[in-house]
């Protein structure tokens, strides 16, 4: 199976992207430490639900960063590995539970 390639974030390409659009970054920037602080949810919880929501979205980067983080904020590999299941069976349930739509447009019409 052929592995996708997808672009390695460089400093040089980051610091295109800055400058391209300076406020945004910024904006980003701050919202993502904003989510990430410490609150009602500490550290290595938000990190784990960022590696679930990672996988969901598909997110190579999201994933590899997140789990990195994850890690260092005390998260074991079982946790890690257990939010990835989570994930994956939240996925899943949304496959099944969009089947009601399935069937609904297979009801005949009046």
């Known amino acids: ?5 997808l672009p390695r974030a460089t400093r040089e390409r980051a610091a295109r992207r800055r400058a391209l659009a300076p406020a945004q970054e910024e904006a980003f920037r701050a919202f993502s ?3 990430f602080a ?11 639900i960022a590696v ?8 190579p980067w999201c994933i590899e960063g997140h789990v990195k983080a994850a890690r260092r904020a005390g998260a074991s590999p079982e946790q890690v590995m257990e939010a990835i299941w ?3 069976e939240m996925r899943a349930g949304a496959a099944s539970s969009h089947a ?5 447009a297979m009801e005949p019409t009046p």
């Open 1 to 5: 199976m052929d592995e996708l390639r």
């Open 86 to 88: 989570v994930a994956a």
């Open 52 to 59: 679930a929501v990672a996988h969901v979205t598909q997110c």
């Open 38 to 48: 410490e609150g009602a949810l500490d550290a290595r919880t938000k990190q784990l």
């Open 100 to 104: 009601f739509a399935a069937l609904e």
């Open 33 to 35: 430490q904003a989510v």
